[in-house]
C-alpha cells in the first residue's frame, strides 16, 4: 500500500461517523494541519489503528480530547490524529480504597461528578487539565500549584494501560497503592506525551477532599510580591499551593498578583490564613472561600490557553527571584505574561514571537537558557513555532534528545510512527 493512501487507509477502519478529514479535522487540531482526526471507541481499535500505521508508514498524533494540541510537543504539519476522547468509561472505582480506574478519554468534569458524592477529588491541576481527560493530563505530566502538598501526576499514577508504538499492549502497575509492578515504566510513559504509545486505561489515587478551600489574593508590585512569596516559602505552615502572576511583565515594576490557597478543616484553613498574614506582614487584597476559590484557580489552570509560545523555566525555589528576572526577559521580548510556581520554583512565560522574526528571540531564548542551566536549573519550551523550536531546542543540557531517549523510542516506537515528542 502505498504511503499517499495510507491515511485514507487508517479511516476506513473506523465507521465513518468517528471519522473527522479535511477542515473539520484541522479546526478539531487548533487549526494543525492533519489528514484526520480519528476516534476508537476501545483498545483493540486503537491497536488495530497503530498496526495499520506501521504497515502503511503513516504518522500519529496521539491526543486526548483536542483542548490542549500543542502539549504533544507536536513539531510538524500532516499526521492522523488518534483521539483517546471515546475511551471514557470508569472501570473501577473504590472509594474506600481511594483508587479509580478509567479510560484515557474520562473528562475531568465527568471525574468530579463522579467523585464529589464520596468527598474525593484528584488534585491535579496543571496546564489545561480542567479541561481535557485523565490520559492526556498523564500523558504531559506536568505539574501544578498543588503539587507541594499532593505530588506530580506521576507521583499519583499507580496503573496504566498503554499501546506502544509497533502496537504491542502493556498493562503496568496496578491499581492499589501498595502494588509496585512495573512502577519504573508507569513513570517513564507518564509525561512521555504519547511519544513512546497511546495510554488507553489509568489508574490513579485519590486524596479526601478538604472540607475548605480558602485563597488569599495578594497584589502589588514584582518586587513587593517576591518578598510575600518569599515570606510564604519559608514559612512551615501547611500551605497547599502558592501562584504568581505577572501582567505588563515588561514594565519596570510590572502589575503582580500571588494566590496562596489554603486546604483543610474550616477552623485549620482560617488559623493558617491568620497566622500565615500575621508571619509574613501582609494583608490579602482579597480572600476566596469554597467554591470562589475553586473556580479561581479552575480558570488558572487555562492560563497558557492557546499562546503560540510557552516558556518554562524552573530552578530551587531559593533562585525564583533570578528565575523571575530571565523570565520578565523572555516576556518583554513577546509581549507575555508570566506566571511562576512559587514552592515549586517552575516560571512560565506565555506571549508571541516578536515582528523582528524568529532570529533574535531564539538568540534570546539560547541565552536564557545558558543562564538558567549555569545556576543548576533548565529551560523547556512547552509550545512554540517550528522555526523556533529548531533553533533553540526543545530542552538543554539532559533533555529529551540524548542517546537514552533514542534507544526507548527504538524499544517502543521502533518505526517512529508516533509523531509527538517528549520535551
Known amino acids: ?94 472509594p474506600a480504597d481511594l483508587t479509580l480506574t478509567a479510560g484515557a478519554g474520562l473528562g475531568w468534569r465527568k471525574l468530579a461528578a463522579l467523585l464529589e458524592p464520596n468527598g474525593q477529588w484528584l488534585p491535579m491541576d496543571g496546564p489545561g487539565a480542567g479541561e481535557g481527560t485523565l490520559g492526556g493530563a498523564v500523558a504531559c505530566g506536568v505539574p501544578g500549584p498543588l503539587r507541594a502538598r499532593y505530588g506530580a501526576p506521576r507521583d499519583n499514577v499507580l496503573g496504566l494501560e498503554v499501546v506502544t508504538g509497533e502496537g504491542r499492549l502493556l498493562r503496568i502497575g496496578g491499581r492499589v497503592v501498595k502494588n509496585v509492578a512495573g512502577y519504573d515504566l508507569v513513570r517513564l ?94 494583608a490579602p487584597g482579597t480572600t476566596l472561600r469554597g467554591g470562589e476559590s475553586e473556580v479561581f484557580h479552575r480558570r488558572r489552570t487555562a492560563w497558557e490557553g492557546r499562546s503560540p509560545l510557552v516558556v518554562r523555566l524552573a530552578a530551587l525555589p531559593g533562585r525564583l527571584a533570578a528565575v523571575m528576572g530571565w523570565a520578565r ?43 538558567v542551566e549555569a545556576v543548576g536549573g533548565t529551560m523547556t519550551l512547552s509550545r512554540a513555532p517550528r522555526e523556533v523550536a529548531a533553533r533553540v531546542g526543545w530542552t538543554g543540557v539532559g533533555g529529551g534528545g540524548g542517546p537514552l531517549a533514542r534507544k526507548l523510542k527504538s524499544l517502543f516506537d521502533p518505526c517512529r510512527v508516533l509523531r509527538s515528542r517528549c520535551p
Open 1 to 94: 500500500m502505498s504511503t499517499a493512501t495510507a491515511p485514507g487507509a487508517l479511516a476506513g477502519l473506523l465507521p465513518e461517523s468517528r471519522v473527522l478529514t479535511g477542515d473539520a479535522a484541522s479546526q478539531w487540531a487548533g487549526d494543525r494541519e492533519v489528514e484526520a482526526v480519528l476516534f476508537p471507541a476501545d483498545t483493540d481499535e486503537v491497536q488495530t489503528l497503530i498496526r495499520a500505521a506501521n504497515e502503511t508508514g503513516t504518522g500519529l498524533l496521539p491526543a486526548g480530547a483536542g483542548s490542549w494540541p500543542g502539549a504533544g510537543g507536536w513539531t510538524r504539519s500532516g499526521g492522523v490524529i488518534v483521539s483517546t476522547a471515546r475511551l471514557d468509561s470508569v472501570f473501577h472505582y473504590e
Open 329 to 371: 526577559e523572555v516576556a518583554a521580548r513577546t509581549g507575555g505574561r508570566l506566571a511562576a510556581d512559587v514552592l515549586g520554583g517552575v516560571v512560565r512565560v506565555k506571549g508571541s514571537p516578536a515582528d523582528d522574526g524568529t532570529a533574535g528571540l531564539a538568540g534570546k531564548l539560547v541565552s536564557v537558557r545558558r543562564e
Open 189 to 282: 510513559f507518564t509525561g512521555s506525551r504519547g511519544s513512546l504509545g497511546v495510554i488507553t486505561r489509568v489508574s490513579v489515587r485519590l486524596f479526601p477532599r478538604p472540607g475548605a478551600d480558602v485563597t488569599m489574593v495578594f497584589e502589588g508590585g514584582v518586587g513587593e510580591m517576591l518578598e510575600v512569596a518569599r515570606g510564604v516559602r519559608a514559612s512551615a505552615l501547611p500551605v497547599a499551593a502558592a501562584e504568581m502572576t505577572v501582567r505588563r511583565a515588561g514594565a519596570a515594576g510590572g502589575e503582580s498578583q500571588l494566590a496562596v490557597r489554603v486546604l483543610g478543616g474550616r477552623e485549620e484553613a482560617d488559623e493558617v490564613c491568620t497566622r500565615l498574614a500575621a508571619g509574613i506582614g501582609a
